[in-house]
């Protein structure tokens, strides 16, 4: 087993630039060869996959540390160029550097009290922040790149041109005259350390004359490993080829030199040498060929390594990859518990979790070995005592395997039902976005979920995606049962209600189900219960002649715990004007529950739904438990959905219809209000409206004009209500939580409404109209982005676009939204992430320093407290109050 | 005008929690109580207007009683550093 080895802490990190030494001393070798291997398979000396550059052979020592691979970190070797060639990553830098000093004295182009003066500023900076300052340099190239004439030695300064990637021309009278590499790093070196602070360059780790290469560090092997195909084919790297290059042009350069050939000649394959340079670093340099592989393929060298979504940072850093885990598309199991997940018997065949053998389960793990990988429920692996590891799918002879099983063997066997995994949807936003679930193996090819889960996951069907992973020791599954399963999590600690609970269709069919006039036949209260799993004595039938009937609100108290108390105003109560007449209500929606009997009042949103702090569902969890919990919601759940299945529950266009009276008096009103805007706007022509305090008279007339529609669109709203019963589906949908809102109803059957922009009528488009179809300055309802239609009849085309117009809007806000709050949120996990509550109550960080003395200074657990009070006064006025008159 | 006089008391205004200076003993006390050493504690900067106004010295522990929303009101500490 290897030692644990205590994580070191970064104390800074420096960034600079490797002098020519340096590299040498960090060299083991000088690379001269462009050959790899020789014709027996062996590298060559001084050659890139030189023996002293480490190992990537199995079972092979490296030459310089004496390691085997893996311990072997790998070891730079260098190539000596035969002419300096330009950094690619430093060319703009190079360009402003020799922009800003003198092409003779190299000193910068400034007279001697300007540099004393930035000196100065930056002197006064490093002592403060510890740096050179960007700032301070720039404003000084940018005063010194103007200047003609150097005033420490006179000389005439030219214009320096700088073509991309790394060509620099100077403009002399007699033309461009190209400045060679050489040149460059000449007067780069000429330059004295005190200027190259002051050109924001620390001397110490970074002389500006290293921007011009003339040794170049060639990395380990271990970074660039050559890969052997199944043909025995020697496959190397991309950056291996790219130094393959380097080395042959150099190679050409030196022989061409020392031969003293032409100096055309020489300039190519200079030229050339700095094409695979640049190439070398980075192959996406614009105005460059990128370097290609033979068969086309652009290589991937040292930037393209980094960079990117595919480079090292975001793919490797930022994020990693896990075994043990699977992903698949969503859909949805009202029949599942919402502790459990159902995963798919494929998924459940290749996820294993490793059992240890003891005497009580070896006959069992005998049977799962025999069975094997292929045959669900079996077993993929076997570790040995010795660990040494078999795989199941080439063992010839499982049985005997089975049979050569002892306890201490651990058996890999496939995942089964009860195993306890962990589920999540990104965005992982909360911590309810990964929680503990039981697996369910199933058929199909689907992870499937319980619908009141979807609330904390944010997860619907549409296509949805989710991942799972299986975690592999005791103490990992222990915790997640206890910490992380769903029926832990349904509290949330954001407001300290239950995020997970009744949504949609489970919330119209509570309504349907517990109104006064359901009545239910001994028959259907019996289907209703046992799909609930409901197992006890029926209560008594609230009806007994003819027949005996029971009513929704007696089936439904069979599964409230015995002793809840409890009363609460429904969604569907209509805030009565004279005062909640309470037990009496005539819409039966003050819910009224003693001792585990629904006394009065419909269940709704309010009652079961999710998100609903103070409603029966959360003094359920508070008072009774989680397991309490989960099993009224899972009952509940499979009774409401069998309920509203045998019942019917749709909504078609025709549910917004109302009648064609009322669709006339709608009419009549919307242009009525038409009208009165007409007028308004005659007013304020004529110079007659009255000016609001703090406003001008445009913003007054705005003002106004909205508040007339948007009564109107109320009134109107109104009138179609009227004739959209409580029978009516949507209205139930909409009046119950479990679906839309009256304005979604008032939209379809009466009147969309004004559009806006930036919460004001449209005023965009042409000049001083919305639209070609008006006349210029036209103020009216329609022409500034009222929709009299309802979505039922359907828009105009003029109502079209600016309905458009309100919607993208919207679009727009939350694409933004998303985006700057899923920053914020980062910023925020980066900052908070290793914060944690000590045994002795108080807040840390990772180092152990405290952020607060007691959580929240007020160390209540927002989950677990009333609405973030310690206690809840009222609840427990209630509670004695019940259980007084009882008794 | 002599700058003392337009001196204004800091903790008169409303956002500007109480500070108190602990005693070598309390500090003391404070620091056993919570076992910790006292550069685990958040900080102040001894040039912090609120520090200057006590006269916190670097090395002392400050103690901040605050308005809070959860709480009504809570007693934090601060080591005083230098800077
Ligand atoms: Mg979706
Ligand atoms: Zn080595
Ligand atoms: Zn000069
Ligand atoms: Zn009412």
């Known amino acids: 087993m290897s030692l644990y080895r205590p994580p070191k802490k970064i104390g800074a990190i420096k960034f600079g630039l490797l002098s020519p030494e340096m590299i040498r001393k960090m060299s083991v070798t000088r690379i001269i060869t462009p050959d790899t291997y020789s014709e027996d398979g062996l590298p060559i000396d001084s050659g890139l996959m030189d023996g002293r550059l480490g190992t990537i052979e199995p079972g092979q020592r490296c030459k310089t540390c004496g390691n085997r691979i893996g311990e072997c970190p790998g070891h730079f070797g260098h190539i000596e160029l035969a002419r300096p060639v330009i950094h690619v990553g430093f060319a703009k830098t190079i360009y402003k550097i020799l922009r800003a000093t003198c092409r003779k004295c190299s000193r910068i182009l400034l007279p001697e009290e300007e540099l004393e003066e930035f000196k100065r500023k930056m002197d006064e900076y490093e002592k403060r922040w510890g740096g050179l300052s960007e700032e301070i340099s720039e404003e000084l190239i940018k005063k010194a790149s103007r200047v003609s004439k150097c005033p420490h030695c006179g000389e005439v300064q030219f214009k320096i041109k700088f073509e991309k990637p790394t060509t620099y021309y100077e403009e002399t009278k007699e033309g461009p005259r190209r400045l060679t590499p050489i040149e460059i790093r000449d007067r780069l070196e000429r330059i004295t350390d005190e200027d190259a602070r002051l050109l924001g360059i620390s001397p110490k780790d970074a002389r500006p004359e290293w921007m011009v290469l003339t040794v170049l560090p060639v990395p380990p092997v271990t970074v660039r490993p050559s890969i052997t195909l199944e043909s025995g084919v020697r496959s190397e790297d991309d950056l291996t080829h790219k130094l393959v290059d380097i080395i042959r042009i150099n190679q050409r350069l030196r022989e061409n030199i020392e031969a003293g050939a032409p100096q055309l000649i020489i300039e190519d394959l200079w030229e050339l040498l700095q094409y695979h340079v640049i190439t070398y670093f980075d192959n996406e340099v614009s105005g460059v060929p990128p370097a290609r592989h033979r068969s086309g393929r652009a290589l991937r060298t040292l930037s393209q390594r980094l960079k990117g979504k595919e480079g090292r940072f975001r793919s490797n850093l930022s994020g990693k990859r896990v075994d043990f885990s699977a992903r698949t598309v969503i859909s949805p199991d009202p029949n599942l518990s919402i502790n459990e997940v159902g995963v798919p018997i494929d998924i459940a065949k290749i996820l294993t979790i490793p059992e240890r053998v003891t005497e009580w389960n070896i006959e069992e793990l005998k049977e799962l070995v025999i069975r094997g990988p292929d045959q669900y429920p079996g077993a993929n692996y076997i570790i040995r005592l010795d660990g040494r590891r078999i795989d199941l799918r080439y063992a010839r002879d499982r049985r005997a395997l089975a049979e050569s099983l002892e306890p201490g063997f651990i058996v890999e066997r496939h995942l089964k039902d009860g195993d306890i995994v962990l589920f999540n949807r990104q965005p992982s936003l909360h911590r309810m976005s990964i929680m503990a679930h039981e697996v369910r193996v199933l058929p199909y090819r689907t992870f499937r979920l319980h619908l009141c889960v979807c609330p904390p996951y944010n997860a619907d069907f549409d296509g949805d995606e989710m991942n799972l992973h299986v975690p592999q020791s005791e103490e990992a599954r222990a915790e997640a049962r206890v910490l992380m399963r769903v029926q832990e999590q349904v509290l949330s600690p954001r407001y300290g209600g239950p995020i997970i609970g009744a949504i949609q269709d489970y919330i119209s069919s509570a309504y349907l189900f517990t109104r006064k006039d359901t009545l239910l036949t001994k028959e259907e209260v019996c289907q209703l219960l046992s799909v609930a799993g409901y197992k006890g004595d029926l209560p008594e039938p609230a009806i007994k002649e003819p027949q005996p009937l029971w009513t929704g609100k007696q089936i439904f108290s069979l599964f409230l715990p015995k002793g809840l108390n409890i009363s609460l105003r429904a969604s569907v109560c209509r805030k009565c004007p004279g005062g909640c007449l309470k037990e009496k209500c005539p819409y039966d929606a003050y819910v009224v529950v003693r001792d585990g009997q629904l006394i009065a009042g419909v269940i709704d949103e309010k009652s079961i739904g999710a998100f609903q702090p103070d409603s029966i569902l959360h003094r359920i969890i508070k008072d009774f438990g989680t397991d309490a919990a989960r099993e009224f919601i899972d009952k509940i759940g499979r009774l409401l959905i069998e309920f509203i299945s045998r019942r019917g529950f749709t909504m078609g266009i025709n549910e917004v219809e109302i009648p064609r009276v009322a669709m006339i008096r709608i009419q009549e009103i919307l242009k009525e209000a038409e009208e009165k805007v007409d007028k308004l706007i005659e007013s304020y022509r004529r110079g007659e409206l009255q000016r609001l305090p703090g406003r001008t008279l445009e913003e007054t007339l705005e003002m106004q004009i909205m508040k007339v529609l948007a009564e109107a669109r109320d009134k109107a709203g109104d009138i179609a209500s009227e004739h959209l019963g409580l029978e009516n589906h949507a209205v139930i949908m909409a009046e119950t939580g479990a679906r839309g809102s009256t304005l979604n109803l008032a939209q379809m059957a009466a009147c969309v409404g004004q559009q806006s922009v930036r919460g004001e009528r449209i005023k965009r488009g042409y000049r001083n109209r919305t639209l070609p179809h008006f006349k210029v300055g036209d103020l009216s309802a329609k022409a500034r982005g009222f929709v009299a239609s309802n979505y039922r009849t359907g828009l105009d085309p003029i109502e079209f676009f600016f309905h458009a117009m309100g919607g993208r809007e919207g679009l727009v806000d939350t694409a933004v939204r998303t985006s700057t709050s899923g920053y914020m949120q980062r910023r925020l996990i980066n900052a908070l992430q290793d914060l944690k509550v000590e045994y002795d109550g108080t807040v840390r960080d990772a180092s152990s320093r405290i952020i607060q003395l007691v959580y929240g200074e007020d160390g209540v657990d927002p989950a677990k407290s009333d609405h973030g009070k310690a206690v809840n006064i009222d609840i427990i006025i209630e509670k004695v109050l019940s259980e007084s008159e009882r008794t | ?83």
Request: aromatic share 4%; proline share 6%; charged share 35%.
């Open chain 2, 1 to 83: 005008m002599d700058k003392k006089k337009r001196k204004i008391d800091l903790f008169s205004h409303e956002l500007v929690p109480k500070h108190i200076l602990l005693s070598k003993e309390e500090a003391e006390k404070l620091l056993k109580e919570l076992n910790i050493r006292p550069e685990q504690l958040p900080w102040i900067k001894k040039s912090d207007p609120a520090a200057v106004a006590i006269g916190a010295k670097p090395g002392d522990i400050v103690k901040i009683v605050r308005k809070s929303s959860t709480a009504g009101e809570v007693i934090v500490y601060r080591y005083v550093i230098d800077k």
